[in-house]
């Protein structure tokens, strides 16, 4: 894939995207409408990424089709649930049909030297999520800070099973950042497993996509960047997409790079 050229960057992000409402005030309407926005002229996203309470609405509105994944939040925002809620959470958030869990770590924990905290709650939660549901761990590296914190969270969630690790829940002040991509990408090609790498939050456009994807490109190998490796976790940045793979001028990056 060329990703100098706009038009073929936009199209990879598209089948990349978690597809993502985890707004508080989020309504059965707008969850509605994010499901018919996931199937585009272009192609569907990879996932809708939703709060719990609306799985089983979007269940119902993709029926037995997987062409877009359900994905769901459990110990979030704030990663502060013990092991038995968060197990619960998830458990009925399969039952509800979720296809993808997205579980934030007690990082405030891990922060305070307690790593056994986050190997006990991955474990759990990886022993509920029964092939195929995909485990992405949620570590948010902007509250860790600390590049050694942050490339330990990683190894971590690797060691107990995670198939994909997730910068951040959007919910904090610093959420996905080059520096830290390139921190859990490289404690992903370290490890030699077979995980998966998903930003998340202030990625608004094609532009920011593409650095994040030529960073995977530099880090692991050309064209490793596909649905079962890599995801966006991102609201706005699908009308950039549309935007540009209709031939319009793709937008300035949003993120600050």
Same mark, same amino acid.
């Given at each position: ?10 199209? /990879?992000? @598209? ?7 985890? *707004? ?13 926005? #996931? ?10 990424? =939703? ?8 269940? #119902? ?41 997205? @579980?934030?770590?007690?990082?405030? +924990? ?11 709650? $991955?474990?759990? $939660?990886? *022993? &509920?999520?029964? &092939?195929? %549901? @995909?485990? +992405?761990?949620? =570590?948010?590296?902007?509250? /860790? *800070?600390? +590049?050694?914190? =942050?490339?330990?969270?990683?190894? =971590? &969630?690797?060691?107990?099973? #995670? ?7 959007? +919910?904090?002040? %610093? ?16 490890? *030699? ?13 094609? #532009?920011? &996509? ?27 940045? @699908? ?5 540009? /793979? ?12």
């Amino acid at each position: 894939m060329e990703l100098q050229r706009p038009r073929e960057a936009a199209a /990879l992000a @598209l089948s990349l995207l978690d597809l993502t409402n985890l *707004k508080e005030d989020c309504t059965a309407e707008q969850i509605a409408a994010l499901c018919q926005k #996931a199937h585009t002229q272009y192609g569907t996203t990879a996932a809708i990424c =939703i709060w719990p309470r609306f799985v089983a609405q979007a269940r #119902a509105a993709f029926g037995n089709s997987r062409s877009v994944r359900i994905a769901t939040v459990v110990n979030f925002p704030s990663g502060d649930l013990d092991v038995a809620t968060v197990v619960g959470e998830t458990e009925r958030a399969i039952a509800d049909g979720a296809d993808e869990i997205d @579980l934030v770590i007690p990082y405030r +924990k891990f922060i305070a030297g307690d790593e056994n905290a986050v190997s006990e709650m $991955v474990a759990a $939660v990886r *022993k &509920a999520c029964v &092939a195929p %549901v @995909l485990l +992405k761990v949620i =570590i948010e590296t902007g509250e /860790l *800070k600390d +590049k050694a914190l =942050i490339r330990r969270a990683s190894e =971590i &969630a690797i060691a107990e099973g #995670a198939d994909f690790i997730k910068t951040s829940t959007g +919910k904090v002040t %610093v959420n996905a950042t080059l520096e830290a991509a390139d921190i859990m990408l490289q404690a992903i090609r370290d490890s *030699k497993k077979k995980v998966g790498f998903k930003p998340a939050g202030g990625i608004g456009t094609v #532009a920011d &996509a593409t650095l994040y994807l030529r960073l995977a490109e530099t880090i692991m190998q050309p064209n490793w960047a596909m649905p079962s490796t890599f995801r966006f976790g991102a609201s706005g940045i @699908l009308d950039d997409i549309l935007n540009v /793979l209709a031939g319009g001028e793709p937008a300035k990056s949003a993120s600050g790079y």
